[in-house]
């Protein structure tokens, strides 16, 4: 208080207290004020100069202006609560003389006004002053503790203590929620431990505690209860009965915990750092069940019937759950969005301010959260707005995991500010604290302390622990909890005596504790009584109104898409990411022969890189897919695990984070195929190879949001990402030809399982045989090339190979050698198959035994006969090749008739047709190009050309570049073939992370290598 302030306030009471002249009384009065404020040496000379101002004064009449001047004086020098002290020392002072009169009463009014104190408040407070009897106290705002079983009162509160001599009142000032107390009797009463004297009007700060002999103390969470009505809500009891847990180990962390409270308190939770405070919290709250006992809410068991307190209790961990990129509105506004969807945009946004006011935090709405390391808000708002988003919708039970922890004492002392207030809206609030000040401290109504191995060592008021704890081990002074001269407790004193070690022959202390943990334990259950409650008939009140699933799909995106933006870094890297990584491949493979005089520049046709760059930007699709999923919940599961109190949708919020990932894919495809293509110059398939690599990017997005499912270090997740890719570059057929895979897991005819379980191998073909044959020069010359090359194949590669085996078959047929039988009958059911198939196509029907060759019934007839077949069934290949080259010829004769058309040719070709992909997709580099297997012969050259097997209902086993598939006897091209296959593997990783099925795996692995687990 400054000099000037002072000299205001004594000149105020001068101007107050010479009404009739000051006695003797109100001299005192202001001695013991400024005795209050002053220290001794002062107190003389500040009273002699209230002397002198009533002297000034003497012969001046009392002048109301004079009042109001004095008063705006102060005003803006002090707060409401100040206020309202200076107005109750006005009154003591004036009405020391035991009266007031008209005109004393008529200033204080007039000073109320000034003020801002209504004058309901000041007519409280002339009560509480003057009231000498208990009799005289009958207030709504007032309190009164006495010994009498009945109470008198008709307005006025009123508790009960049979060993009190005199009374106690507790007057309450709403206005300001200021609490006074006055004491007039015989008995030593103590104030945190001071002695109240008898008539003296004090101040009554949070955590108070009155005692006396005999009596159980009044708590200041007591006192509250009286003024606050907690009728008009549903009243909470909560009860945990004989808790244990043991963790997965086999190791206890609670042992037989037991607590009983009610809706209107706050509770410390406190222990050693081990000590299972943590576990406990969340064992009440539900997200751990207990090994054995229960929890109960109003009698409702919350881990048998967690369905029926949905929405009742709220949690706020240690950890931030806030989004980062997010402001500090749009954290509360999204949070409130999900909890009441029958409000309308107003309320929501009348709400969010209101909570950003209580919370302080209204000037900082608009601020980004920012990260712990680099912080926009400060610890204490980023804690506050913790607190914020359960506050939004006022969970009738609270937990709060250390919400102190690495803030200030003063940021400390606001949370518990906030959470007090909110069991006074008649909520249960618990928290786990640690290292508490004394004004902490003493807020808290009740405390649990549990000691190493999870033991329960106490439950009861916060100050009478530090009396229980020296009572116990017979400390001097074990009576005194608080301070005699301050009223302060030190918490920090529980645990010096819970832990206090033992001291060797040598003086020095030893790791031994003098009183173990199962002995303190002991020792509560011995002294304290069983903690019982009366279960409430109240049903649970929730004020959620969740919104629909399809709403929270759209509130999830809009919020993952607002942080997205807000994340300045994130949007530049990943939509340049695009483009740079195209520019990057497209300039480095964008390859022409400078030695070749006839080439003028770069020309699309004769770039041998193109397959190269196709299977790069699928890889690179991947890649892209992965990264910007892999992160997606990892980042989000603290969040997902305050959610998880809401009971908000999980298929919502995985199709949120889906369609946003499917929608960035999209972009990044786009941008990278628009800059490729336009590097390389690959002319008119935009859509297609665009299609091919979203698709791709999808499946890498689930891919990638499962393993951020399933794991829970984000290092985990990108050292997995290359597990992930090495799988999808050697499998797809490119790095290592199927054929030259390891026996084992390879094939030589066809695409082996492990090649059909890439999403690089459908993608890479899709992209091959789509860039072959559909672009326009492709489009044109196809269906000719197509029976060109397989009258080619027939003629000189599969019927000189049954014409072999047929020689063969001759020769051996009359072998007395059973190898040499056995391989004939091979060979003779192998020719009679392929002479079906061909029978087929030519439409012949001539031939007679084809159907019964074995070896007993072939002879030299049978053999000239197929020799006949084969020999015209080569000459039918034959003329089928030359009629499709004439029509081939005849066509491109049409298209370069003139010099203007040749050219227009020659630039069609070279701007849509690569030969580095028509090599690869007609496998001529290939030295077998037909093969036996299984029986069958099978055709390596030409992949391109062939149609599928109609013998397969599902062509998953196909070859390599073969142009369609077979799926249920519908012929369909390989891009829509592929790119549904892909998106089917999408759809099945969708499934797993819905079900999380992943993380079940790892959790199973986990468990089977415990010891327990393996036991059983």
């Given at each position: 208080?400054?000099?000037?302030?002072?000299?205001?306030?004594?000149?105020?009471?001068?101007?107050?207290?010479?009404?009739?002249?000051?006695?003797?009384?109100?001299?005192?009065?202001?001695?013991?004020?400024?005795?209050?404020?002053?220290?001794?040496?002062?107190?003389?000379?500040?009273?002699?100069?209230?002397?002198?101002?009533?002297?000034?004064?003497?012969?001046?009449?009392?002048?109301?202006?004079?009042?109001?001047?004095?008063?705006?004086?102060?005003?803006?020098?002090?707060?409401?609560?100040?206020?309202?002290?200076?107005?109750?020392?006005?009154?003591?002072?004036?009405?020391?003389?035991?009266?007031?009169?008209?005109?004393?009463?008529?200033?204080?009014?007039?000073?109320?006004?000034?003020?801002?104190?209504?004058?309901?408040?000041?007519?409280?407070?002339?009560?509480?002053?003057?009231?000498?009897?208990?009799?005289?106290?009958?207030?709504?705002?007032?309190?009164?503790?006495?010994?009498?079983?009945?109470?008198?009162?008709?307005?006025?509160?009123?508790?009960?203590?049979?060993?009190?001599?005199?009374?106690?009142?507790?007057?309450?000032?709403?206005?300001?929620?200021?609490?006074?107390?006055?004491?007039?009797?015989?008995?030593?009463?103590?104030?945190?431990?001071?002695?109240?004297?008898?008539?003296?009007?004090?101040?009554?700060?949070?955590?108070?505690?009155?005692?006396?002999?005999?009596?159980?103390?009044?708590?200041?969470?007591?006192?509250?209860?009286?003024?606050?009505?907690?009728?008009?809500?549903?009243?909470?009891?909560?009860?945990?009965?004989?808790?244990?847990?043991?963790?997965?180990?086999?190791?206890?962390?609670?042992?037989?915990?037991?607590?009983?409270?009610?809706?209107?308190?706050?509770?410390?939770?406190?222990?050693?750092?081990?000590?299972?405070?943590?576990?406990?919290?969340?064992?009440?709250?539900?997200?751990?069940?207990?090994?054995?006992?229960?929890?109960?809410?109003?009698?409702?068991?919350?881990?048998?019937?967690?369905?029926?307190?949905?929405?009742?209790?709220?949690?706020?961990?240690?950890?931030?759950?806030?989004?980062?990129?997010?402001?500090?509105?749009?954290?509360?506004?999204?949070?409130?969005?999900?909890?009441?969807?029958?409000?309308?945009?107003?309320?929501?946004?009348?709400?969010?301010?209101?909570?950003?006011?209580?919370?302080?935090?209204?000037?900082?709405?608009?601020?980004?959260?920012?990260?712990?390391?680099?912080?926009?808000?400060?610890?204490?708002?980023?804690?506050?707005?913790?607190?914020?988003?359960?506050?939004?919708?006022?969970?009738?039970?609270?937990?709060?995991?250390?919400?102190?922890?690495?803030?200030?004492?003063?940021?400390?002392?606001?949370?518990?500010?906030?959470?007090?207030?909110?069991?006074?809206?008649?909520?249960?609030?618990?928290?786990?604290?640690?290292?508490?000040?004394?004004?902490?401290?003493?807020?808290?109504?009740?405390?649990?302390?549990?000691?190493?191995?999870?033991?329960?060592?106490?439950?009861?008021?916060?100050?009478?622990?530090?009396?229980?704890?020296?009572?116990?081990?017979?400390?001097?002074?074990?009576?005194?909890?608080?301070?005699?001269?301050?009223?302060?407790?030190?918490?920090?004193?529980?645990?010096?005596?819970?832990?206090?070690?033992?001291?060797?022959?040598?003086?020095?202390?030893?790791?031994?504790?003098?009183?173990?943990?199962?002995?303190?334990?002991?020792?509560?259950?011995?002294?304290?009584?069983?903690?019982?409650?009366?279960?409430?008939?109240?049903?649970?009140?929730?004020?959620?109104?969740?919104?629909?699933?399809?709403?929270?799909?759209?509130?999830?995106?809009?919020?993952?898409?607002?942080?997205?933006?807000?994340?300045?870094?994130?949007?530049?890297?990943?939509?340049?990411?695009?483009?740079?990584?195209?520019?990057?491949?497209?300039?480095?493979?964008?390859?022409?022969?400078?030695?070749?005089?006839?080439?003028?520049?770069?020309?699309?046709?004769?770039?041998?890189?193109?397959?190269?760059?196709?299977?790069?930007?699928?890889?690179?699709?991947?890649?892209?897919?992965?990264?910007?999923?892999?992160?997606?919940?990892?980042?989000?599961?603290?969040?997902?695990?305050?959610?998880?109190?809401?009971?908000?949708?999980?298929?919502?919020?995985?199709?949120?984070?889906?369609?946003?990932?499917?929608?960035?894919?999209?972009?990044?495809?786009?941008?990278?195929?628009?800059?490729?293509?336009?590097?390389?110059?690959?002319?008119?398939?935009?859509?297609?190879?665009?299609?091919?690599?979203?698709?791709?990017?999808?499946?890498?997005?689930?891919?990638?949001?499962?393993?951020?499912?399933?794991?829970?270090?984000?290092?985990?997740?990108?050292?997995?990402?290359?597990l992930l890719l090495i799988p999808q570059l050697i499998l797809s057929g490119v790095v290592v030809k199927f054929d030259k895979l390891n026996p084992t897991i390879g094939n030589t005819a066809t695409v082996p399982f492990v090649g059909d379980l890439m999403a690089s191998r459908w993608a890479f073909e899709a992209a091959m045989v789509?860039?072959?044959?559909?672009?326009?020069?492709?489009?044109?010359?196809?269906?000719?090339?197509?029976?060109?090359?397989?009258?080619?194949?027939?003629?000189?590669?599969?019927?000189?190979?049954?014409?072999?085996?047929?020689?063969?078959?001759?020769?051996?047929?009359?072998?007395?050698?059973?190898?040499?039988?056995?391989?004939?009958?091979?060979?003779?059911?192998?020719?009679?198959?392929?002479?079906?198939?061909?029978?087929?196509?030519?439409?012949?029907?001539?031939?007679?035994?084809?159907?019964?060759?074995?070896?007993?019934?072939?002879?030299?007839?049978?053999?000239?006969?197929?020799?006949?077949?084969?020999?015209?069934?080569?000459?039918?290949?034959?003329?089928?090749?030359?009629?499709?080259?004439?029509?081939?010829?005849?066509?491109?004769?049409?298209?370069?008739?003139?010099?203007?058309?040749?050219?227009?040719?020659?630039?069609?070709?070279?701007?849509?047709?690569?030969?580095?992909?028509?090599?690869?997709?007609?496998?001529?580099?290939?030295?077998?190009?037909?093969?036996?297997?299984?029986?069958?012969?099978?055709?390596?050259?030409?992949?391109?050309?062939?149609?599928?097997?109609?013998?397969?209902?599902?062509?998953?086993?196909?070859?390599?570049?073969?142009?369609?598939?077979?799926?249920?006897?519908?012929?369909?091209?390989?891009?829509?073939?592929?790119?549904?296959?892909?998106?089917?593997?999408?759809?099945?990783?969708?499934?797993?992370?819905?079900?999380?099925?992943?993380?079940?795996?790892?959790?199973?692995?986990?468990?089977?290598?415990?010891?327990?687990?393996?036991?059983?």
């Amino acid at each position: 208080m400054s000099e000037a302030l002072l000299k205001a306030i004594l000149r105020l009471f001068a101007q107050v207290a010479r009404e009739g002249g000051v006695t003797k009384q109100e001299r005192e009065q202001i001695s013991f004020f400024l005795h209050e404020h002053l220290s001794k040496p002062a107190v003389d000379n500040y009273l002699h100069q209230f002397d002198e101002y009533i002297k000034t004064l003497a012969d001046t009449h009392v002048d109301e202006n004079t009042i109001r001047k004095l008063c705006q004086e102060i005003n803006a020098q002090l707060t409401q609560k100040q206020k309202v002290v200076i107005i109750l020392e006005l009154i003591t002072i004036i009405q020391a003389d035991g009266n007031i009169s008209a005109h004393e009463d008529h200033l204080m009014k007039v000073i109320g006004e000034t003020f801002k104190v209504n004058e309901e408040e000041i007519d409280a407070i002339e009560v509480f002053v003057l009231g000498n009897k208990a009799e005289q106290l009958d207030h709504p705002d007032i309190l009164i503790i006495d010994s009498l079983l009945t109470s008198n009162f008709s307005k006025a509160k009123h508790i009960v203590r049979t060993h009190l001599y005199g009374f106690i009142s507790v007057l309450h000032v709403k206005q300001n929620d200021l609490y006074f107390i006055k004491y007039l009797g015989a008995t030593d009463v103590f104030l945190n431990g001071v002695p109240v004297k008898p008539g003296r009007i004090s101040v009554l700060a949070v955590g108070s505690l009155l005692r006396w002999d005999k009596d159980e103390p009044v708590y200041y969470g007591s006192i509250l209860k009286q003024f606050v009505n907690f009728a008009s809500l549903n009243r909470i009891s909560f009860e945990a009965k004989n808790i244990s847990f043991k963790f997965k180990n086999g190791k206890l962390g609670l042992r037989d915990v037991n607590l009983a409270t009610e809706s209107g308190n706050l509770i410390a939770l406190m222990g050693a750092s081990g000590a299972g405070k943590s576990t406990l919290l969340h064992v009440l709250n539900g997200s751990e069940k207990p090994s054995e006992g229960q929890v109960l809410i109003n009698g409702i068991d919350i881990h048998k019937n967690p369905e029926r307190i949905e929405g009742v209790i709220g949690f706020v961990p240690q950890d931030d759950l806030l989004i980062e990129d997010l402001t500090v509105y749009q954290n509360l506004y999204y949070a409130a969005r999900l909890c009441f969807s029958h409000k309308s945009e107003a309320e929501i946004d009348g709400l969010v301010m209101t909570v950003l006011e209580d919370l302080g935090l209204a000037e900082s709405k608009d601020l980004k959260v920012g990260s712990p390391l680099h912080k926009t808000i400060s610890g204490g708002q980023r804690k506050r707005l913790n607190i914020g988003l359960e506050l939004l919708r006022e969970p009738a039970v609270l937990f709060c995991d250390e919400p102190t922890s690495g803030l200030s004492s003063r940021d400390s002392e606001n949370i518990i500010d906030l959470l007090k207030e909110l069991s006074l809206k008649g909520k249960l609030v618990f928290a786990v604290i640690h290292q508490p000040s004394s004004d902490i401290f003493k807020m808290f109504d009740k405390l649990v302390i549990l000691d190493t191995g999870g033991y329960q060592i106490y439950y009861g008021n916060p100050v009478d622990a530090i009396v229980y704890f020296k009572r116990t081990i017979n400390m001097i002074n074990s009576e005194e909890g608080e301070c005699h001269e301050c009223g302060n407790v030190n918490p920090e004193q529980i645990f010096n005596i819970i832990e206090s070690k033992v001291i060797n022959e040598y003086g020095h202390f030893t790791n031994e504790r003098k009183i173990s943990a199962q002995q303190w334990n002991e020792s509560y259950l011995k002294y304290h009584r069983p903690i019982t409650i009366k279960p409430s008939d109240d049903v649970p009140h929730s004020t959620l109104n969740i919104p629909t699933r399809l709403k929270q799909t759209r509130l999830f995106s809009l919020r993952d898409i607002q942080a997205k933006i807000h994340n300045t870094q994130y949007m530049v890297i990943n939509l340049l990411e695009a483009p740079v990584l195209a520019f990057i491949l497209a300039f480095i493979v964008r390859y022409y022969n400078v030695d070749d005089k006839h080439l003028t520049g770069y020309l699309f046709g004769k770039n041998l890189n193109i397959p190269a760059y196709l299977f790069m930007s699928v890889i690179v699709a991947l890649f892209m897919g992965l990264t910007v999923s892999a992160e997606e919940i990892i980042r989000d599961r603290k969040i997902l695990k305050r959610e998880a109190f809401l009971h908000l949708s999980r298929s919502s919020y995985i199709l949120s984070k889906i369609s946003i990932l499917f929608m960035l894919s999209a972009i990044q495809t786009f941008m990278f195929v628009l800059v490729g293509n336009y590097i390389l110059e690959i002319e008119g398939l935009f859509l297609e190879h665009w299609l091919i690599l979203f698709t791709t990017s999808c499946f890498a997005n689930l891919l990638g949001l499962n393993i951020s499912s399933g794991f829970n270090s984000a290092v985990t997740i990108y050292i997995l990402i290359p597990l992930l890719l090495i799988p999808q570059l050697i499998l797809s057929g490119v790095v290592v030809k199927f054929d030259k895979l390891n026996p084992t897991i390879g094939n030589t005819a066809t695409v082996p399982f492990v090649g059909d379980l890439m999403a690089s191998r459908w993608a890479f073909e899709a992209a091959m045989v789509t860039q072959f044959k559909d672009n326009r020069f492709g489009e044109e010359f196809y269906k000719y090339d197509k029976a060109m090359a397989n009258a080619d194949f027939q003629k000189v590669y599969l019927i000189p190979e049954l014409e072999t085996r047929l020689q063969y078959c001759l020769q051996s047929y009359k072998s007395k050698d059973d190898a040499d039988r056995a391989k004939v009958a091979t060979d003779l059911q192998l020719i009679q198959a392929e002479v079906v198939k061909e029978l087929e196509v030519v439409g012949q029907d001539k031939y007679k035994g084809v159907s019964d060759l074995t070896v007993t019934k072939f002879d030299s007839t049978v053999y000239e006969n197929l020799s006949a077949f084969l020999n015209q069934l080569k000459q039918f290949y034959m003329k089928r090749y030359n009629a499709a080259d004439q029509v081939k010829e005849k066509r491109i004769q049409e298209l370069t008739s003139t010099v203007e058309k040749e050219k227009a040719f020659e630039k069609l070709r070279e701007s849509y047709h690569n030969d580095a992909v028509a090599e690869l997709v007609k496998n001529l580099t290939e030295t077998h190009r037909i093969i036996e297997s299984d029986g069958r012969l099978v055709q390596k050259i030409y992949p391109i050309y062939k149609d599928p097997d109609p013998e397969h209902m599902v062509d998953f086993d196909a070859q390599f570049y073969m142009p369609s598939k077979h799926f249920l006897n519908t012929r369909v091209d390989t891009l829509f073939f592929n790119t549904g296959v892909i998106w089917s593997m999408t759809f099945v990783l969708a499934l797993t992370l819905y079900f999380d099925v992943l993380r079940r795996i790892i959790d199973g692995i986990g468990n089977l290598s415990n010891p327990i687990y393996r036991r059983k």
